[in-house]
């Protein structure tokens, strides 16, 4: 998931990337929905604190119904705005793809914080092509993810993995001695997590480079 938004005008853009790694066409709905956490109303059952409230669909409760070919990559972009009551700093967008009756069945889902969209398409953070960073074995297995960074030669990084959901399992912060370097990522001993055979995603973050990629761990 990609975007921007707007603090001073509490408007925004957000996008996101759905891939069919099956070797058959699916057919699914998209949804998006700005959730809020933190809200405060005592119920009658006593419940005084409430998170992942729905505000607002994007653009309604129907979703876009779409095909993805084997293969296929689509990109879905949706504007928003967030209204003057809600509290910026609370607000999620939540995607996910999702067939109709009777499976119901999920494909793939996103989530991203509002403010984490503040500036990052601001010309101080440029996109870069992935070979910045590029994974050296995908597939791979979960205790042996190797990454080739491509850099400027002292440059901090932040290296985030995430789930097929989009929770973050895994952060590597560094720096680079060399401009070209190789980083071996291991996760195969997570704390509360088991990390199972599937599709996960990557996020390469310094000070002017971002890129992001899947990795799919055997």
């Given at each position: 998931?990609?975007?921007?938004?707007?603090?001073?005008?509490?408007?925004?853009?957000?996008?996101?990337?759905?891939?069919?790694?099956?070797?058959?066409?699916?057919?699914?709905?998209?949804?998006?929905?700005?959730?809020?956490?933190?809200?405060?109303?005592?119920?009658?059952?006593?419940?005084?604190?409430?998170?992942?409230?729905?505000?607002?669909?994007?653009?309604?409760?129907?979703?876009?119904?779409?095909?993805?070919?084997?293969?296929?990559?689509?990109?879905?972009?949706?504007?928003?705005?967030?209204?003057?009551?809600?509290?910026?700093?609370?607000?999620y967008i939540?995607?996910?793809?999702?067939?109709?009756?009777?499976?119901?069945?999920?494909?793939?889902?996103?989530?991203?914080?509002?403010?984490?969209?503040?500036?990052?398409?601001?010309?101080?953070?440029?996109?870069?092509?992935?070979?910045?960073?590029?994974?050296?074995?995908?597939?791979?297995?979960?205790?042996?993810?190797?990454?080739?960074?491509?850099?400027?030669?002292?440059?901090?990084?932040?290296?985030?993995?995430?789930?097929?959901?989009?929770?973050?399992?895994?952060?590597?912060?560094?720096?680079?001695?060399?401009?070209k370097e190789?980083?071996?990522?291991?996760?195969?001993?997570?704390?509360?997590?088991?990390?199972?055979?599937?599709?996960?995603?990557?996020?390469?973050?310094?000070?002017?480079?971002?890129?992001?990629?899947?990795?799919?761990?055997?």
């Amino acid at each position: 998931m990609t975007g921007n938004y707007s603090a001073s005008t509490n408007t925004g853009t957000i996008t996101a990337s759905y891939q069919n790694d099956s070797t058959a066409a699916i057919t699914a709905r998209v949804y998006f929905v700005i959730t809020e956490d933190s809200l405060y109303h005592l119920d009658p059952n006593g419940h005084a604190w409430h998170n992942n409230l729905a505000r607002d669909m994007l653009p309604d409760q129907n979703g876009e119904l779409v095909t993805i070919t084997p293969g296929q990559v689509i990109d879905i972009s949706r504007n928003f705005t967030i209204d003057a009551s809600w509290n910026e700093d609370k607000c999620y967008i939540v995607t996910w793809i999702q067939a109709d009756a009777p499976s119901r069945n999920v494909y793939q889902a996103g989530e991203v914080k509002v403010m984490d969209l503040v500036g990052i398409e601001e010309n101080t953070l440029t996109r870069v092509p992935q070979s910045y960073i590029t994974l050296l074995n995908n597939p791979c297995s979960s205790s042996n993810i190797r990454f080739a960074l491509n850099v400027r030669q002292g440059t901090s990084y932040r290296i985030e993995i995430f789930d097929a959901i989009g929770r973050k399992i895994k952060q590597y912060n560094g720096m680079t001695s060399n401009e070209k370097e190789i980083l071996s990522c291991d996760l195969s001993h997570l704390q509360h997590n088991r990390t199972n055979a599937g599709v996960y995603f990557y996020r390469f973050t310094s000070s002017v480079h971002q890129a992001n990629g899947k990795v799919i761990v055997r």
